[in-house]
């Protein structure tokens, strides 16, 4: 029990210790302020009780010569605490060098206190033969302020050494000095275990707000920790799902991507059915330009065609993907036969001018593409899938008509 009063029951650091010390002092200040106004309120009344009688010689006891001195001195010693301390609030910002001083004073008030109450009590011995003064000063000096047991031995071993030393000057009494002795002994060592365990405590609550605080700062950064890795995941996992929506060789929507982009704009029509064209687009005598001109060359034209294709998209609701090898499909939403027929000769020609040799083609010395298109009416995925199978059946009527040429289905 006694080992956790004589030291604290945690370590800190340099830094901390440092921070604790300006604490102490800023906390003993403010509980001293309101400790000094009180002491001014009862030794200002006891110097008017002292003074008065005095004057009026009620009492052989009342020696206006020395009481009412001690107890404007104590006025004035507190009187300069409050300047101090006001001194201190101001200076929110405190300097090692100011910090310092600022605790030297207070050790210096706290010295004064409690001497000034030793030396009360040599006088009261004969008067009174009490050592109430000394008792109250220290308890008030020992329960009031935040001490280190370094700075508390110092200050008991000051007061009381002053005291038992001067005691048998002043007190005649051989039985009450000893009972002083004794009493004050015990009365030494139970108020210094009072003021260990409050500051003892005291401590141990700021080293809490400092593991507080440190578990704070430390789940504060964990937590952002946590969010710049749920942002990562969150951009990893985009990432992957627009790759996975994404041919890999033209960098165009894959069969995946437009299924799902189709089913989206039906959700979102306010009115169904809509108005829904396709287009099927297959390179012309693809396998023979790949067997001959080699797959590199047969990679670079599916993404050129790709390109071409693409840049044709007018809008969100018109979007183009690659549904495997040379086979390529169109949707535009809100566009009627007329429009789907242009579409499909603007795509056709675009690509026909980008003159890329093809000494294998039975049509063109260029590559070149066939479309097959249709459009109607479509309400969900069903529809859209016999759209696609008429505009699939366009595609081989292109084919068969020549190939290098747009179709529509019969059924259109």
């Known amino acids: 029990m006694l080992d956790r009063l004589i030291t604290l029951p945690f370590t800190m650091t340099e830094d901390e210790r440092r921070e604790l010390r300006i604490f102490t002092l800023k906390e ?25 009688a005095s004057i009026t010689k009620l009492h052989e006891s009342f020696h206006f010569s020395f009481y009412f001195v001690m107890y404007i001195f104590m006025v004035g010693l507190n009187a300069v605490f409050l300047l101090g301390a006001a001194s201190f609030e101001r200076d929110v910002k405190l300097a090692e060098g100011s910090y310092r001083l600022y605790e030297k004073l207070f ?37 009031i302020f935040y001490f280190n047991n370094r700075l508390v031995l110092r200050l008991y071993g000051v007061s009381a050494g002053l005291l038992y030393v001067g005691l048998p000057f002043f007190q005649s009494s051989s039985d009450v000095l000893v009972g002083h002795y004794v009493n004050l ?20 609550n700021y080293y809490s707000r400092i593991l507080l605080g440190s578990s704070h700062r430390k789940l504060e950064e ?43 704009l039906l959700s979102e029509g306010e009115k169904l059915p809509r108005l829904v064209a396709i287009l099927m687009i297959d ?20 993404k050129e065609v790709a390109q071409v294709i693409q840049a044709e998209m007018k809008g969100a609701h018109q979007f183009a993907a690659r549904l ?33 040799q093809h000494e294998y083609s039975e049509v063109s010395s260029y590559i070149t593409v066939s479309i097959g298109a249709a459009a109607g009416e479509a309400g969900h995925t069903g529809e859209i899938a016999a759209l696609m199978e008429l505009a699939d059946q366009g595609l081989y009527n292109a084919k068969t008509g020549g190939r290098n040429r747009v179709a529509a289905s019969g059924n259109m």
Not at 185 to 204: P, Q
Not at 285 to 298: L, Q
Not at 347 to 356: E, L, P
């Open 28 to 52: 003993n200040i403010s509980r001293g302020r309101l400790f000094a106004k009180i002491i001014i309120v009862i030794e200002s009344a006891m110097a008017a009780v002292d003074l008065a």
């Open 324 to 356: 495997g090898g040379e086979e390529f499909a169109v949707a535009a939403f809100d566009t009627g036969v007329n429009e789907a027929m242009e579409l499909s000769e603007r795509i056709r020609s675009q690509i026909q001018q980008m003159a890329v």
């Open 283 to 302: 390179i012309d005598y693809f396998k023979p330009f790949n067997d001959n001109y080699g797959h590199a060359e047969g990679d670079r034209i599916i």
């Open 107 to 143: 050790i210096l008030y706290a010295y004064t206190f409690v001497v000034w109450g030793a030396v009360v009590t040599l006088a009261d011995q004969r008067l009174y033969g009490q050592v109430m003064a000394f008792v109250i000063n220290l308890v008030s000096i020992s329960v």
């Open 222 to 264: 964990q937590i952002i920790q946590n969010e710049k890795v749920h942002q990562e995941l969150a951009r990893a996992n985009g990432e992957l799902q627009r790759l996975s929506l994404m041919d890999a060789l033209t960098e165009i929507p894959n069969r995946r991507a437009f299924d799902q982009r189709m089913q989206e």
């Open 185 to 204: 002994a015990l009365f030494l060592f139970f108020t210094w275990m009072a003021s260990r365990i409050l500051y003892v405590n005291f401590c141990s």
